[in-house]
């Protein structure tokens, strides 16, 4: 086995000087990277700190789980609709061919789009309302997948990874549309920890953050740019019915939405120390998120499932595993499959049976039905309650429904 020699590294070193010199002065350099924990760099020249960090977010064991949490239409048995891992590889996309453009650090940019939905509940984003919910109720506490990212990536399972990539992962929410981006101050360790313990407490508190760099600006608008027309492209895909959207300036369909907001983006934002949209770009895609609400989200075949099926299944899960925990019962799945395991046991305990992180029973509930895929989630429901009639209300629509020979 071979590994690069003193000469070739200097080259390596010489070409990655002169990359990032030609960053924006607006731009994240490599030697900025400050690791939460103890603020030290772990880079070399064949690893840049947002390197590693997103080398430790795509071998996350979590990561995985993406592949079968479904973002809008679950309940389908359809190859062509997205689910959340192929989302954060089209936000990363868009957001690394505009960070291109504007000459910010790609690096960085890849770290904060793959992990950012690393916390999602199964079932989108009514899974992510339904256990808040039961959170709340329990523990007074609220559940946002960006928070229980960060919670993912650097509490249970101890990634060490950089405030700047924790930073863009928690602040990236593209629920709601900006006319402009402008990054706030990076926190340190301590304002960081405050920020994500008060979105626990403060309902309002999610909406009020803000990316403290300009490629997690652009991380969080290319999250909206990702959904929006893909989920239009999902509906058609999985409903079988097409829907009559406005016509505005940048389109009404996935590619012309993806090619028109990135241009106006990269056009409004160059060698600018924020992220800008043109008025009228901002007006049509605020257009397009409120059309998706009324037209996709809100129809009854999309939300029954959701409202009838897994909100009730939720609820019984989520106290049978409160129960579980509260009495210590080790023959459970939560300790089976989460707790006991070796897929997490060494990340929450030190050694014994002492926990590392700070946590308490409905955390613990909290954290595993977050972790669950949506296949998951049903088995574990069928297993517990073989004989509630909620299995029944379980019907996919499959691959042949409705041909014939």
């Not at 060494?346 to 590392?356: L, M, P």
Request: hydrophobic content about 35%; proline content about 4%; overall charge negative.
């Amino acid at each position: 086995m071979k590994k690069p020699t003193d000469e070739q590294k200097a080259e390596i070193q010489r070409y990655a000087a002169a990359t990032e010199g030609a960053y924006s002065p607006y731009a994240t350099k490599d030697c900025d990277a400050v690791r939460l924990y103890d603020g030290k760099t772990r880079a070399d020249c064949l690893r840049p700190n947002f390197v590693i960090d997103a080398d430790r977010i795509i071998n996350c064991k979590f990561f995985n789980r993406c592949g079968d949490k479904t973002q809008v239409f679950s309940f389908r048995k359809n190859d062509d609709i997205t689910r959340r891992s192929s989302h954060v590889h089209l936000v990363s996309r868009i957001a690394r061919k505009i960070g291109r453009a504007l000459r910010l650090n790609p690096d960085l940019i890849e770290a904060i789009a793959i992990g950012h939905d690393i916390g999602h509940t199964p079932f989108g984003h009514a899974g992510e309302s339904i256990l808040s919910e039961l959170y709340y109720e329990h523990a007074r506490k609220y559940f946002n997948h960006n928070v229980h990212s960060v919670r993912v990536l650097n509490m249970i399972t101890d990634n060490n990874l950089t405030i700047q990539t924790l930073d863009g992962i928690m602040c990236h929410c593209g629920e709601k549309v900006d006319e402009h981006y402008a990054p706030a101050a990076l926190p340190d360790r301590d304002m960081f920890y405050e920020m994500f313990d008060k979105c626990y407490a403060d309902k309002n508190a999610v909406k009020l953050l803000r990316p403290a760099t300009l490629e997690g600006c652009v991380v969080r608008l290319s999250d909206m740019i990702a959904y929006i027309g893909k989920d239009r492209q999902d509906a058609y895909w999985s409903l079988g019915m097409r829907i009559e959207y406005t016509d505005t300036v940048i389109g009404k369909y996935n590619k012309d939405i993806i090619e028109n907001v990135t241009q106006d983006v990269i056009s409004n934002s160059l060698n600018k120390p924020y992220i800008s949209l043109s008025p009228d770009v901002f007006e049509a895609l605020e257009l397009c998120r409120r059309e998706n609400n009324e037209k996709i989200y809100q129809l009854p075949q999309v939300r029954e499932p959701y409202d009838n099926i897994i909100r009730p299944m939720m609820r019984k899960l989520y106290e049978r595993f409160l129960y579980d925990v509260e009495h210590e019962n080790r023959s459970s799945i939560i300790y089976k499959h989460y707790l006991d395991d070796n897929y997490v046991r060494h990340n929450y305990f030190d050694g014994g049976d002492e926990y590392r992180i700070s946590t308490e029973p409905n955390d613990l509930v909290v954290d595993f039905i977050a972790s669950m895929t949506d296949d998951y989630f049903l088995e574990a429901f069928r297993f517990l309650f073989p004989d509630d009639k909620l299995n029944d209300n379980v019907k996919y629509v499959g691959y042949f429904d409705g041909l014939t020979d």
